[in-house]
């Protein structure tokens, strides 16, 4: 059995240095790569795309809204035609230092509230979609396991890649615990272990990839924690092919 350990990355800006993007690469088979939207910069991303060369960590775009000061997690009131051109300027944007480094840019992921907008809006998650699809059909969309953003990009023909989530919690209809909320993340890597294996475990099938925010206190041991674990159990982390 074989699954993706994907991480959000680059999200560091100028003078402003988040995430420990080095000692998480060990541990991770696919990396998010801020756009420059929410997070990220020119030159975070031609560091991120080297260090993930280097590595031979498989590289995504992560796109978000254009929302520095909120970190992309405000929700916001946007067209599907304003999503398309969003998202398809930002995977643009780093595509520009993947080719410059001789490598493949291998997926697409949205951030944060884009991400959990368009896994509830039919019409956002087409733009989306349609967007990744233009720029390059042999793209993956990663997209929360169930949600309208993976059945869109099926109905579209785009290859997908249902995620999970190790360090957040879930609502009862499958989403994600809104960060309002108090007990909306996990901080026990023993627990974010827990929860994946519980869903490889009930759900087989239903998720090829499984998120750790990079900007966690406890991503570093998060990761690694997941690494070790699914070693012990004879599932071999690896980015989708």
């Known amino acids: 059995m074989f699954i993706d350990i994907n991480c959000d990355l680059g999200e560091s800006f100028g003078a402003y240095t988040l995430g420990n993007d080095e000692a998480l690469m060990p541990f991770i088979t696919s990396a998010n790569i801020a756009c420059g939207m929410h997070a990220g910069d020119p030159r975070i991303m031609h560091q991120t795309v080297q260090t993930c060369v280097r590595q031979g960590v498989a590289i995504g775009a992560h796109p978000g809204f254009a929302d520095l000061s909120g970190f992309g ?30 490598a493949r840019l291998h997926h697409v992921k949205p951030h944060g509230a884009l991400y959990n907008q368009a896994a509830k809006d039919p019409a ?66 023993a627990q974010a272990v827990g929860q994946v294996m519980q869903f490889i475990q009930e759900k087989e099938n239903w998720a090829e990839t499984v998120c750790i925010h990079g900007d966690g206190a406890q991503a570093v041991s998060f990761a690694q924690a997941l690494y070790t674990h699914f070693q012990e159990q004879g599932i071999q982390p690896q980015s989708p092919v």
């Open 73 to 102: 997690r405000r929700t916001m009131g946007i067209s599907p035609a304003e999503a398309y051109d969003l998202v398809l300027y930002q995977i643009g944007a780093l595509y520009g230092f993947v080719k410059a480094a001789g």
């Open 124 to 189: 956002l998650a087409e733009a989306i979609a349609r967007a990744v699809k233009d720029f390059d059909s042999q793209l993956f969309l990663y997209g929360l396991a169930g949600s309208a953003l993976v059945e869109e990009a099926k109905r579209l023909g785009v290859r997908t890649c249902s995620e999970i989530f190790a360090d957040r919690t879930y609502q009862s209809d499958g989403t994600l615990t809104p960060r309002t909320n108090p007990n909306a993340l996990i901080h026990d890597p």
